[in-house]
């Protein structure tokens, strides 16, 4: 029988997010790992233990519970990001890459056995009642979520549309209870305006199958609007931005990118290795980029700023970068679900693997967070995930992952217009508002370094 795999670049497995995309063969030139014997043994072991607590537990356990247990279990002693989906798992899966699905638009990790969350998509009945990123849910409809996988905690919060859910928020020492109503999801993942005359901005939310399409249309629409030669640029918005299709995040690099390697995604033999390169055209017409970027930043995302800033062809604001640099399959099982495993690592162009490192902007510019999310904005990135897959270089991913909803206060934005209009910024990016002893004086009158230099970039592996 003929089998397909996915290559998955999500940060997570939401509550209703998820993202597959690119088919490849599952078998390594149709050869499987031969067991040792002593692997036998184990396997002989499991079976006993398990007519043990078939037969012998004080009550009749459900057995097909207790297998799909032990394969999370294994899964999960592997990485973060490894797991089993159960047919209704799958099937919910392979709607969402179309960019809608019923849920409450949440992306959701586990840590440390507790359900966190990464972000929570744009104009979601998630986003609405005010989950925010490093929110921690304790309890749904009541119910201890400590002891429960992740895919359990998800399942729990999905459910049909108009129906209701009540989730246990915990935001650093506070505790409150929120009720969202579930809803159709449906995920514009490119949203654009105008920043004055001059500048078009683009937000890209998630990698879904629209994404390209939807930049294509924003760049012409944001060109017409303004005028081809009125444009002085275009900032690319990828903040809390967790991932989504891999051939989405190399088509959007593609549109700015002329020639050269996009990203490359490398297994455990050298044969597995792929290699992504642009084609002639740049839908930008040669402007000016600038990527904003930040501890939300995840996957997807980081391939495109990671293949932008190699080429110099975009300059990359904000905070450090998620640092998820793995590449996860999705292997159907027949009627049985489908298995998500990691089966690469991905390298920007430069050679860098991004795995628990993430990605540094060339100007690093804090932005100031509100007293009572101080503290509890930061994310702590690939490398904070317990399991991770270890990297060579020094470890150190994520970052705050605020964004101001006002983007008159949105430091980040300003700072990205003042580089992309070629004007003196009107803070000094090298202060943080937090350290400040008075952020409002220091941020308005400390005049910005026309030769900041760019952050250090995690090495190259």
């Given at each position: 029988?003929?089998?397909?795999t996915?290559?998955?670049?999500?940060?997570?497995?939401?509550?209703?997010?998820?993202?597959?995309?690119?088919?490849?063969?599952?078998?390594?030139?149709?050869?499987?790992?031969?067991?040792?014997?002593?692997?036998?043994?184990k396997?002989?072991?499991?079976?006993?233990?398990?007519?043990?607590?078939?037969?012998?537990?004080?009550?009749?356990?459900?057995e097909?519970?207790?297998?799909?247990?032990?394969?999370?279990?294994?899964?999960?002693?592997?990485?973060?990001?490894?797991?089993?989906?159960?047919?209704?798992?799958?099937r919910?899966?392979?709607?969402?890459?179309?960019?809608?699905?019923?849920?409450?638009?949440?992306e959701?990790?586990?840590?440390?056995?507790?359900?966190?969350?990464?972000?929570?998509?744009?104009?979601?009945?998630?986003?609405?009642?005010?989950?925010?990123?490093?929110?921690?849910?304790?309890?749904?409809?009541g119910?201890?979520?400590?002891?429960?996988?992740?895919?359990?905690?998800?399942?729990?919060?999905?459910?049909?549309?108009?129906?209701?859910?009540?989730?246990?928020?915990?935001?650093?020492?506070?505790?409150?209870?929120?009720?969202?109503?579930?809803?159709i999801?449906?995920?514009?993942?490119?949203?654009?305006?105008?920043?004055?005359?001059?500048?078009?901005?683009?937000?890209?939310?998630s990698f879904?199958?629209?994404?390209?399409?939807?930049?294509?249309?924003?760049v012409?629409?944001?060109?017409?609007?303004?005028?081809?030669d009125?444009?002085?640029?275009?900032?690319?918005?990828?903040?809390?931005?967790?991932?989504?299709?891999?051939?989405?995040?190399?088509?959007?690099s593609?549109a700015?990118?002329?020639r050269?390697?996009?990203?490359?995604t490398?297994?455990?033999?050298?044969?597995?290795?792929?290699?992504?390169?642009?084609?002639?055209?740049?839908?930008a017409?040669?402007?000016p980029?600038?990527?904003l970027?930040?501890?939300?930043?995840?996957?997807?995302?980081?391939?495109?700023?990671?293949?932008?800033?190699?080429?110099?062809?975009?300059?990359?604001?904000?905070?450090?970068?998620?640092?998820?640099?793995?590449?996860?399959?999705?292997?159907?099982?027949?009627?049985?679900?489908?298995?998500?495993?990691?089966?690469?690592?991905y390298?920007?162009?430069?050679?860098?693997?991004?795995?628990?490192?993430?990605?540094?902007?060339?100007?690093?510019?804090?932005?100031?967070v509100?007293p009572?999310?101080?503290?509890?904005?930061e994310t702590?990135?690939?490398?904070?995930?317990?399991?991770?897959?270890?990297?060579?270089?020094?470890?150190?991913?994520?970052?705050?992952?605020?964004?101001?909803?006002?983007?008159?206060?949105?430091?980040?934005?300003?700072?990205?217009?003042?580089?992309?209009?070629?004007?003196?910024?009107?803070?000094?990016p090298?202060?943080?508002?937090?350290?400040?002893?008075?952020?409002?004086?220091?941020?308005?009158?400390?005049?910005?370094?026309?030769?900041?230099?760019?952050?250090?970039?995690?090495?190259?592996?």
């Amino acid at each position: 029988m003929r089998k397909l795999t996915f290559l998955f670049l999500g940060a997570a497995l939401g509550a209703g997010v998820a993202t597959f995309g690119v088919q490849t063969s599952l078998f390594d030139n149709g050869q499987a790992h031969a067991a040792s014997a002593d692997t036998y043994r184990k396997l002989s072991l499991f079976g006993d233990v398990f007519e043990k607590i078939r037969t012998d537990y004080v009550e009749p356990p459900d057995e097909t519970k207790l297998i799909d247990a032990a394969i999370n279990g294994m899964l999960a002693s592997l990485d973060p990001h490894s797991s089993f989906m159960d047919p209704k798992a799958h099937r919910e899966m392979q709607q969402q890459t179309r960019g809608e699905f019923g849920g409450l638009g949440i992306e959701v990790t586990m840590e440390d056995g507790l359900i966190k969350v990464v972000s929570p998509i744009d104009d979601t009945p998630a986003s609405k009642a005010g989950i925010l990123s490093n929110d921690i849910i304790t309890k749904i409809d009541g119910e201890q979520v400590q002891g429960q996988s992740l895919n359990q905690a998800v399942d729990k919060m999905r459910g049909p549309v108009n129906t209701s859910v009540k989730l246990t928020i915990q935001r650093g020492k506070d505790v409150k209870e929120v009720t969202i109503t579930r809803d159709i999801i449906k995920v514009q993942s490119v949203r654009s305006r105008e920043e004055g005359n001059d500048v078009g901005y683009i937000r890209i939310t998630s990698f879904s199958e629209q994404t390209t399409d939807g930049l294509k249309k924003a760049v012409d629409s944001l060109t017409q609007k303004i005028g081809a030669d009125k444009v002085k640029g275009f900032i690319i918005d990828l903040r809390n931005n967790p991932g989504g299709l891999l051939d989405q995040a190399v088509s959007v690099s593609d549109a700015f990118l002329d020639r050269g390697e996009i990203v490359s995604t490398r297994g455990r033999n050298p044969e597995e290795t792929q290699r992504f390169n642009a084609r002639p055209g740049d839908w930008a017409k040669g402007k000016p980029l600038v990527v904003l970027i930040n501890g939300g930043s995840a996957s997807a995302s980081e391939i495109v700023a990671g293949a932008l800033q190699d080429h110099k062809r975009a300059t990359l604001i904000g905070t450090r970068s998620f640092g998820k640099g793995s590449v996860q399959t999705i292997i159907p099982l027949r009627d049985n679900g489908a298995l998500r495993l990691t089966t690469a690592r991905y390298y920007t162009p430069s050679g860098r693997s991004i795995q628990a490192q993430g990605i540094a902007p060339d100007t690093q510019v804090f932005e100031d967070v509100p007293p009572d999310l101080k503290g509890k904005d930061e994310t702590k990135g690939e490398a904070g995930l317990k399991g991770h897959l270890k990297n060579t270089g020094d470890e150190k991913s994520g970052s705050s992952a605020y964004v101001p909803p006002d983007p008159a206060k949105d430091r980040q934005l300003i700072y990205a217009l003042s580089v992309l209009r070629g004007e003196k910024p009107p803070f000094d990016p090298t202060i943080n508002p937090a350290d400040a002893a008075s952020p409002d004086k220091k941020a308005n009158d400390g005049a910005a370094k026309t030769d900041t230099k760019p952050a250090d970039k995690p090495k190259a592996d």
